[in-house]
């Protein structure tokens, strides 16, 4: 009784909030068919150098605690709305990085304060379930209208996980189970398989491997940490798996330019696949499973065509080896389609699709067969979290009542005609704008001018992500519209003019 009063004083508190600051807030009035009206700021409103007083105050007090090397600034999120992060100096910004492409429709809508609200909800966020033993009555429900109603095409099962790298550890799991379960002929294991994996010795733990691209990034987990390959920083002094690493394509862009050229080493990288491949299992360490993003983003939103995705897609199916798609940072819209591999038009695209980030819960989809045939081996405590699937609904609904996906792809435009045309007018700085929707990236000259970009684009109002070596990445909410990358542009254009 006393959270549900605490819960409703909470929703109270906002809802306030938002009343007294009224006159601040920009009331975008919507047809009555959509969601609550977004109640949102007009545009960025600086006070301080970011990270201001407070920011550093609060750093130095965790230094005390923790690492703080990573830390931007401490935000407050009690009063950040819609595309607008404030933070604890009182600084609003235009947010394009959304906590690492994870918030998908904003900050506090109101929709998803709702459902926080109802107390027929409290209990989910009150009382978190081992899952994998006692589920709520609501939980297949929930699974079926919240994650099963956007399941890729031909996967209809799917598991949940806390966050991404849980989720490809598992998914990688799921994989491995299924490989040597067919090589056994599905039969039962040995006394001799069940006795060697206690002392991590073969049969029982085989030597299957994982074939990842150079440039990925998969998480930082033990298993999936094999399979990274963007930056030293994730990787250094970590004992990992001798597991095959193959070449992901280094394209030129714009791809409509460089038809010919791109076609070249996309053939030269498969080429690769398929001898790492033949490679690795000759020397007993077979393949198992691919895994790929759609857009390398951590190691710098680099793309590949859609003819190498669908022919990686066969290779994994003539070398009968998972192909798993990583959507833990394209997936939940940001492309303009809910999954980035909905662009390839593919008729069996994936046999497992990882999720996180925007979709609020981690987790994957798969194909049947790789559903393990005995408890207990794909499992952990939690297996997510309920009350993210009673989000993750509302999220949904708002995407699909709002046409959010339609948005996307009219915001993304007005920004990429705008990167366009950043690079054309100052083509010793900016190049190699590339993307699909709002998920866009842009290459600077090097890092230490990118990095300066990012920190003056902060202090003037605009939180903005780098990739990769030297580039910058925008990962804004789907509640990006087109006025707020005009609002972007107007900031960017001005710093930009320090560079003429
Ligand atoms: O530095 C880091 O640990 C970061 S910065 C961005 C991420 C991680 N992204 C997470 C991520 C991802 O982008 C892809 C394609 N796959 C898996 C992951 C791992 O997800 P988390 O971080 O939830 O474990």
Not at 183 to 194: H, S, V
Not at 320 to 339: I, L, N, R, S, Y
Request: aromatic content about 8%; proline content about 6%.
């Amino acid at each position: 009784m006393a959270s549900m009063l605490l819960c409703r004083q909470l929703a109270v508190n906002l809802q306030q909030n938002l009343r007294l600051s009224a006159p601040r807030y920009r009331c975008i009035s919507k047809a009555a068919t959509k969601s609550s009206p977004d109640v949102e700021f007009d545009g960025p409103s600086m006070k301080t150098e970011v990270p201001g007083p407070r920011s550093r105050e609060l750093t130095e007090q965790l230094d005390k605690i923790q690492n703080t090397g990573a830390i931007n600034f401490f935000c407050n999120y009690e009063e950040s709305r819609g595309n607008y992060l404030v933070d604890v100096d009182g600084n609003r910004m235009l947010d394009l990085y959304t906590q690492i492409s994870s918030i998908p429709i904003g900050y506090n809508h109101p929709a998803l304060l709702k459902v926080m609200q109802n107390p027929q909800n409290l209990s989910a966020f009150v009382n978190r379930p081992a899952l994998g033993i006692l589920p709520p009555e609501n939980f297949p429900g929930n699974l079926l209208d919240a994650l099963l109603s956007v399941a890729p095409r031909g996967l209809r099962k799917v598991q949940t996980m806390a966050c991404g790298s849980c989720s490809n550890e598992n998914a990688y799991k799921a994989a491995f189970i299924w490989y040597r379960n067919k090589e056994r002929g599905n039969m039962k294991p040995t006394k001799e398989d069940l006795d060697s994996c206690l002392s991590n010795q073969a049969p029982g733990c085989p030597e299957f491997s994982i074939l990842s691209f150079m440039g990925g990034f998969h998480g930082r987990t033990l298993g999936c940490l094999a399979t990274t390959h963007s930056k030293a920083v994730h990787k250094l002094d970590i004992p990992t798996f001798d597991w095959p690493v193959a070449p992901f394509p280094r394209l030129r862009y714009p791809l409509e330019e460089f038809v010919r050229e791109n076609a070249q080493e996309e053939a030269r990288c498969l080429e690769e696949v398929e001898d790492l491949i033949v490679k690795y299992r000759k020397i007993g360490k077979t393949v198992a499973g691919i895994v790929v993003e759609p857009i390398q983003s951590e190691g710098g939103d680099n793309h590949a065509s859609v003819d190498f995705f669908k022919k990686l897609r066969d290779i994994a199916r003539k070398h009968g080896c998972v192909f798993h798609v990583d959507e833990v940072q394209t997936g939940g819209g940001g492309t303009g389609k809910f999954w980035a591999h909905e662009h390839w038009g593919m008729d069996d695209p994936a046999d497992i699709v990882s999720f996180s980030k925007k979709m609020l819960t981690g987790g994957y989809f798969h194909k049947d067969e790789l559903t393990p045939a005995e408890p207990y081996r794909i499992f952990n405590t939690w297996m997510g979290d309920p009350s993210k699937n009673l989000l993750l609904n509302e999220v949904l609904n708002v995407i699909r009542t709002d046409s959010l996906l339609e948005e996307v792809s009219r915001a993304g435009k007005v920004l990429m005609d705008g990167l366009y045309d950043f690079q054309a007018r100052y083509p010793h700085l900016l190049s190699a704008a590339r993307g699909q929707g709002t998920f866009l990236a842009i290459d600077v000259r090097d890092d230490a001018t990118r990095n300066i970009l990012i920190m003056k684009a902060r202090n003037k109002g605009v939180v903005l992500g780098g990739c990769g070596e030297r580039s910058i990445r925008f990962r804004p909410s789907l509640v990006f519209k087109q006025h707020h990358a005009h609002v972007f542009l107007n900031i960017f254009n001005d710093i930009l003019a320090e560079y003429k």
